[in-house]
């Protein structure tokens, strides 16, 4: 079993928004896989599940808002049992560029809120990260740049990642290994 987990915040005003690529990129998957999200208030997030090649998924997006999404990430891990080698967090990443995709076994939070809390909550930086890129403004400060919808072109830029997410999904849940999926979908 596994745990494929988009981050973002809830709510209308927050789709679109950099912050949200995580979101973006499950709910690409998710269509492409017909999985319909129900809330969950106990778990604290949308859940929908896909079963690819004999193994079953949760995906998650987590309603907690970005800075507290380890609630609902332990929530799910706890309830249903699942090993940490078998949770893919997907989230932003403001020290890559717009659009790339870089996968990582491990590793610390890098300031991203989101990350600190899911490491608080498991206990671990041992987690699988797929982090797509979304830039950093000179001039805007961070908070109101990763809550800024992106702009059209911008937009442009995010499809194929949001495209190789998918795939890495999709392999991660079929069981290739996690250093193969990188290889193949990590941009260099």
């Known amino acids: 079993m596994k745990l494929i987990v988009g981050l973002g915040n809830p709510g209308a005003q927050y789709e679109q ?12 998957f998710a269509n492409e896989h017909n999985a319909i999200f ?4 106990k778990l604290k997030g949308m859940l929908a599940s896909v079963t690819l090649n004999g193994t079953k998924a949760f995906l998650l997006k987590p309603m907690t808002f970005m800075n507290l999404s380890g609630e609902s990430v332990k929530a799910v891990k706890d309830y249903y049992k699942i090993a ?8 932003d990443d403001l020290d890559s560029h717009n659009g790339r995709v870089r996968l990582r076994a491990e590793g610390s939070a890098g300031g ?40 059209k072109d911008e937009l442009a830029e995010i499809e194929p990642a ?20 990188s290889s193949l979908y990590s941009c260099k």
């Open 17 to 28: 928004t950099r912050h949200n690529v995580g979101f973006m990129a499950i709910d690409t």
């Open 38 to 41: 129900r809330l969950e208030p």
């Open 84 to 91: 940490i080698e078998d949770i893919l967090i997907i989230s």
């Open 112 to 151: 991203h809120n989101g990350h600190k809390n899911i490491i608080a909550h498991l206990g671990t930086e041992e987690y699988k990260r797929i982090k797509i890129g979304i830039g950093r403004s000179e001039v805007i400060p961070v908070i109101d740049w990763v809550l800024q919808k992106f702009n």
């Open 162 to 181: 949001l495209t190789k997410a998918k795939s890495a999904i999709e392999d991660f849940i079929s069981g290739v290994p996690f250093n193969k999926i």
